[in-house]
């Protein structure tokens, strides 16, 4: 089991910046591919990011420029700096662990971010 706790949402406004950060727990960190999904009202949730132990980083072009995830192997979290946000960043954020060995994936319970326009 991997627990998975997310912080650093909140209300920003249009082209401001905001640093999600998530904690895990219950595994070797370095044994984790590391990400973050999100979910706006009414839409299907869509991948954000994702980087692996030697940090190897991937991004959709929705976000790419804009978005850089990173991780902390000593502090066992995993971060992701958004920049020049936009009204349809609006989401709830969610952090995502994929045990390599396994293929299982864990999910986190979500942080809100509002970009107001």
């Known amino acids: 089991q991997v627990q998975l706790v997310e912080s650093g949402g909140g209300l920003v406004q249009f082209g401001g910046s905001l640093r999600l950060s998530c904690a895990a727990s219950?595994?070797?960190?370095?044994?984790?591919?590391m990400g973050w999904h999100r979910q706006a009202p009414g839409k299907q949730r869509e991948f954000v990011a994702s980087?692996?132990?030697?940090?190897?980083?991937n991004y959709p072009d929705s976000v790419k420029g804009r978005f850089t995830i990173s991780r902390d192997n000593a502090k066992n979290t995993v971060f992701l700096q958004m920049s020049s946000l936009k009204p349809e960043d609006t989401a709830v954020y969610y952090c995502?662990?994929?045990?390599?060995?396994?293929?299982?994936?864990?999910w986190g319970q979500g942080t809100q971010v509002t970009v107001s326009s």
């Open positions: 995502t662990a994929i045990v390599v060995s396994t293929g299982n994936i864990y």
């Open positions: 219950g595994s070797i960190f370095s044994g984790l591919v």
């Open positions: 980087i692996t132990s030697r940090s190897i980083t």
